[in-house]
C-alpha cells in the first residue's frame, strides 16, 4: 500500500517517527553487533532482494495480478530483525529516491508491514509444530500481510478523530474505523491466501537450495 | 568531465581529482560521497555532502511544516513556492507528482464527495481543496528534493549507512531489470497467457532467484569491501 504525503496527520507521524527510530536502532544493533564487512553488504543484499521482491507478481485468478511484500518469507528465511531492517530500508529507497509512497507515512509502513508483518509471520512458523511446516510457513505469508493491513486501517481509521476542525470535519484522511476496516481487511484476506502459497513456494525452493543463509 | 573522487585501497581516506591506477571504473561516481563521512572527531566534512545535508534538513523541516497545514491558501502558497523552486523543471516535476498521487487521492476524494453528499446533501470544497493541495504540495516537494540532492552524499553522516544504502539500490536495479527479463522471457515462450498454476510456479522461482542471488551478492560485496580495506 502506497499511501501518499498528506494524509496521515503529524499528530499520529511524529510519535511513530520516534518508535521506528528507536526499533530500528535495535534492530541494527541486532543485525549485527556493529555492522562490518560481513554483516553490512548481507543486509544491503536482503534489502535488494526485498526491494525486488516487491516486483514479483503475485498471480489472481482472472488473469490479474497484486505485488508481493515477502515479509513473511523473509523473516521465515533469515528472522524477523533482518526482515525488519531491510523492508526499512526499502521503504526509505522507495520513499527517497523515487518518490514512491510517503516520508511521513514511512514509518508507519516500516512499523506496519516491517515489524509487526515480520514479528508475526516468525512468530507463527515457529510455533508450528516441525511436522507441519508448510502450514507454517504459509500462514506465515498470509499473516505477514493481512496483520500490517489491519494496522493501517486501524491508523487511517483513526485520523478523523485524532485531527478534526471544530465542526468535527476531518482534516486529513477522511474515513473512520467502519469504512477502513472492511475496506482493508477483506481484500488482504484474500490476497493473503497468494502470498501464503508464493511463501511455501519460495520456502520449498530456497530449501531445495541447500542454502544455508543463515550461517553466511 | 565528470568530478571523480577514488578510494585508496589502504585506507579510508580518499582523495579528490582525476581518476588514479586504483579507482574503481565499475563503481558509481556517487559511491565515493559515502566515504567522505567520517567517525574521526573534528573530521573535515567536504563542502558538497555539507550542502546536500542541509538540504536533507531543509526538506524534513518543510515536509513537516506543510503536512501541518490545512487552510487552502496557505497550502496554495506552499505550492506556488514549491513551483518556484523546482524552476525550469516544474512542469515534468508537477506531472510527475500528479501522476504519482492520482489514484489514492482520487479514490478517497470521490468516496468522501459520495458519503458528504449522501449524508448532508452538500460538497466539503474545503477538505477537498485542503487535503489535495497538501497531497499535491508535498509530493511535489519530494521530488524537487530527489531532483536537486544528492541523497548519498546527504547520508554520508554515517559511512556504514551510505555504503549500505549505495550496495542496497545499485543491487535493487540489477534484480528489478532480472525480474523484467523473466517475466517477458516468460511471455514470450507461450502463445497464450501462462495459466495460475504457472505463473505461480514461476514467481516463486523468480522469488528463489532473488534470495540465491542476494546471497551472491553479499559475498561479492562483502569481499570487495574487505580487499578495499574500507573498514580499517
Not at chain 1, 488482504?188 to 530449501?207: D, F, K, M, N
Amino acid at each position: 500500500m502506497h499511501i501518499p504525503d498528506g494524509f496521515i496527520a503529524p499528530q499520529m507521524y511524529l510519535p511513530l517517527y520516534g518508535l521506528a527510530a528507536g526499533l530500528w536502532a535495535y534492530g541494527a544493533r541486532r543485525v549485527g553487533r556493529d555492522l562490518d564487512e560481513a554483516s553490512l553488504p548481507w543486509l544491503a543484499s536482503l534489502t535488494a532482494a526485498s526491494f525486488a521482491l516487491s516486483f514479483v507478481a503475485l498471480p489472481l485468478p482472472g488473469g490479474t495480478s497484486a505485488h508481493v511484500t515477502g515479509v513473511g518469507l523473509l523473516a521465515v528465511l533469515f528472522g524477523p530483525w533482518h526482515a525488519f531492517m531491510a523492508a526499512s530500508m526499502v521503504f526509505v529507497i522507495q520513499a527517497l529516491l523515487f518518490g514512491d509512497g510517503g516520508v511521513t507515512t514511512l514509518p508507519l509502513n516500516a512499523l506496519a508491514m516491517g515489524f509487526v508483518g515480520a514479528i508475526s509471520a516468525y512468530g507463527v512458523y515457529r510455533v508450528t509444530p516441525e511436522r507441519w511446516r508448510v502450514i507454517g510457513v504459509f500462514l506465515a505469508g498470509w499473516i505477514g500481510l493481512f496483520l500490517p493491513a489491519l494496522l493501517i486501517a486501524l491508523a487511517l481509521g483513526a485520523q478523523p478523530l485524532i485531527a478534526h476542525d471544530a465542526a468535527g470535519v476531518p482534516l486529513y484522511f477522511p474515513f473512520g474505523f467502519a469504512i477502513t476496516l472492511p475496506a482493508l481487511l477483506i481484500p488482504h484476506a484474500l490476497l493473503g491466501i497468494g502470498e501464503g502459497a508464493l511463501s511455501v513456494l519460495g520456502w520449498r525452493l530456497v530449501e531445495r537450495l541447500r542454502v544455508r543463509y543463515r550461517n553466511d | 568531465m565528470t568530478e571523480r573522487y577514488v578510494a585508496r585501497p589502504s585506507g579510508t581516506r580518499l582523495i579528490q581529482g582525476r581518476p588514479s591506477d586504483h579507482a574503481d571504473t565499475t563503481a558509481p561516481t556517487y559511491l565515493p560521497y559515502a566515504a567522505t563521512a567520517s567517525t574521526e572527531p573534528g573530521a573535515a566534512v567536504h563542502p558538497k555532502v555539507r550542502g546536500e545535508q542541509i538540504k536533507l534538513l531543509a526538506y524534513a523541516l518543510a515536509t513537516v511544516v506543510i503536512s501541518a497545514l490545512t487552510e487552502p491558501l496557505w497550502l496554495a502558497t506552499a505550492l506556488f513556492g514549491v513551483i518556484l523552486l523546482a524552476g525550469r523543471d516544474a512542469p515534468t516535476l508537477l506531472r510527475r507528482a500528479i501522476l504519482a498521487t492520482l489514484a489514492f487521492s482520487a479514490v478517497v476524494s470521490l468516496a468522501y464527495i459520495v458519503q458528504t453528499v449522501w449524508i448532508s446533501g452538500t460538497i466539503p470544497w474545503k477538505w477537498l481543496w485542503s487535503v489535495n493541495l497538501r497531497v499535491l504540495v508535498m509530493a511535489l516537494l519530494t521530488f524537487v528534493f530527489i531532483r536537486r540532492t544528492n541523497l548519498f552524499a546527504a547520508l554520508a553522516f554515517s559511512r556504514r549507512l551510505s555504503f549500505m544504502l549505495v550496495l542496497a539500490v545499485s543491487q535493487s536495479l540489477g534484480l528489478r531489470r532480472t525480474l523484467d527479463d523473466f517475466r517477458l522471457a516468460m511471455h514470450s515462450r507461450g502463445l497464450r497467457r501462462a495459466g495460475l498454476r504457472d505463473r505461480y510456479r514461476a514467481a516463486a522461482h523468480a522469488a528463489g532467484w532473488l534470495l540465491d542471488r542476494a546471497l551472491a551478492n553479499a559475498h561479492e560485496s562483502a569481499q570487495a569491501l574487505q580487499s578495499r580495506g574500507l573498514f580499517r
